[in-house]
């Protein structure tokens, strides 16, 4: 799918590594753009739009690894949704989330502790999925007694 940068305003493009997440709609669900523009080339390629119906974090530091500031906030997010009646996470709700980030000896934001503790939680998912489909597998089993 292409863009028609004519009908876009430049100050709605975007194309940085960042974290977005719906505002409604799929309220808190949150997504990593860009993930293969660590350098943050303004480029086509990268192109999305910022609108009313999405939110963006964009990290301050190099040494923060977004699919665990993901995981991390994930759930948080979805509680978000769920505490207001109109179903939408916009920036008043989530002004007041912190998150721990590990640090090294040096007091800088640890990143290979960030990635070994993003891997876990990818795996946990991953032992989730294969548990659902053996339940879904015994679920289906029939014993005949004669």
Not at 58 to 69: A, E, G, Q, T
Request: aromatic share 10%.
């Amino acid at each position: 799918m292409t863009m028609d940068l004519s009908k876009i305003k430049k100050k709605d493009i975007y194309y940085k590594n960042c974290l977005t997440w719906s505002v409604d709609g799929y309220a808190g669900t949150i997504f990593i753009r860009n993930e293969n523009n660590k350098t943050n080339e303004d480029k086509k390629k990268f192109y999305f739009t910022i609108n009313n119906h999405s939110g963006i974090l964009v990290p301050k530091s190099d040494n923060i690894f977004l699919p665990f500031i993901k995981e991390i906030i994930q759930p948080i997010f979805y509680k978000k949704s769920k505490g207001y009646g109109n179903n939408k996470v916009g920036t008043n709700q989530i002004n007041d989330i912190m998150v721990k980030v590990p640090i090294n000896k040096k007091e800088k934001y640890d990143l290979e502790i960030q990635k070994k503790i993003a891997k876990k939680y990818q795996e946990i998912k991953e032992l989730k999925i294969e548990l659902i489909q053996k339940l879904d597998i015994l679920a289906k089993v029939k014993i005949a007694i004669e």
